[in-house]
């Protein structure tokens, strides 16, 4: 276990908690976990350092209640925390390990259509000095796809999908579509239909959100001969 600080400021008062570094990073990330257990002081303090702890007032003012597991919950989530290069260096492999998994399962080499090998991706990833960041790895492929290219040659192998979605979903669904979207159409029912270009890898994850959202009552056709 890793103690480090999180921390926040608010209304030009900064307020620090002492945490458990992968517990609080889990819990930042999204997932549940409890207080008493991400905490390692039940204490709120303005400086960590010199044991100054937060008066009861500056709390109340600052984030309307006392309570010292809802202050520090706010702190993770929205505030920073000392992540310890120990975790920086994991994150930075599992991204890297996520790329490379994503290419070797969805890039050919369009010269043969066959695909690279995973050690073949990450020996031109590390040639091209590729930098990735937190983002999911889907978002960041059109940069590290333009990087690799001039070190392999390399094309995405993707499904052209057409889908209808029913006018009452429109509205959550559109953002979902942007990054893939060749065409759209708006029907006169109100409906939305739009082509879309998606990596193959990413089709049935794809399809669990889209079901997800829609309640499955959205009309997915793959275009032939794309």
């Known amino acids: 276990m890793v103690n480090v600080t999180a921390r926040i400021r608010i209304k030009n008062k900064h307020f ?41 007032s500056d709390l109340k003012e600052s984030f309307n209640t006392n309570d010292i597991y809802t202050i520090a919950e706010k702190i993770i989530r929205s505030g920073d925390i000392e992540v310890p290069e120990e975790f920086r260096d994991k994150a930075r492999e599992d991204k890297i390990k996520q790329a490379i998994d994503f290419l070797s399962r969805n890039a050919l080499d369009p010269a043969t259509s066959k695909p690279h090998t995973a050690s073949r991706i990450q020996s031109a990833m590390e040639q091209a000095g590729i930098n990735l960041d937190s983002r999911p790895i889907e978002e960041q492929m059109p940069k590290i796809i333009e990087k690799l290219r001039p070190i392999i040659p390399i094309k995405i192998e993707t499904k052209k999908l057409e889908i209808t979605i029913p006018a009452v979903h429109t509205g959550r669904v559109y953002g979902m579509l942007q990054e893939f979207k060749e065409k759209e159409e708006w029907l006169g029912n109100g409906d939305l239909k739009v082509t879309i270009n998606i990596p193959a890898g990413m089709q049935m994850a794809f399809y669990d959100k889209l079901n997800g959202i829609t309640h499955g009552s959205a009309v997915v056709e793959e275009v032939k001969g794309k």
């Not at 207080?35 to 702890?53: C, R």
């Open 16 to 56: 620090e908690i002492m945490v458990d570094a992968e517990k609080a990073i889990s819990l930042k990330r999204g997932k549940p976990s409890s207080m008493q257990n991400v905490l390692a002081f039940d204490s709120i303090f303005t400086d960590i350092k010199k044991g100054t702890k937060a008066s009861e």
